[in-house]
């Protein structure tokens, strides 16, 4: 049985998904620090499908029980953060997420694929 953050993770990867989010990845944070569990960054190929990714997120973990914490930067930036407390998601735009690179940022983390939420 899946726990609580992989449920949740789970539903956000699948919601970035079927938007048709970029390079989508999961990075299991939880050993390395006390902020949550999962970071998510994916990538939008332009702001209308960030606005797009970052709904069906919110509305999808709200369906599911899961409501947001906090917002930072939606419709009006370029990197929008999600915040739902064990998972937290990044969504940019092509050009920040070179930039801010937080894959490498946090590259002591685990990365988990969508293969291992099926499980």
Known sequence: ???????MLKIVHDA?????GEQIRMLDISQISVIADYFVIASG??????DA???NVIEQMGLSGFPLKHR???????WVLLDFG??????FDRENRMFYNLEHVWSDGKEISAEELQE
């Open 1 to 7: 049985m899946m726990d609580r953050a992989k449920k």
């Open 45 to 50: 190929g332009s702001r209308s499908q960030m």
């Open 16 to 20: 970035l998904d079927e938007k048709k």
């Open 53 to 55: 990714l970052t709904d």
């Open 72 to 78: 930072e930067g939606y419709r009006n930036g370029a």
């Open 86 to 91: 064990d998972v937290i998601v990044h969504v």
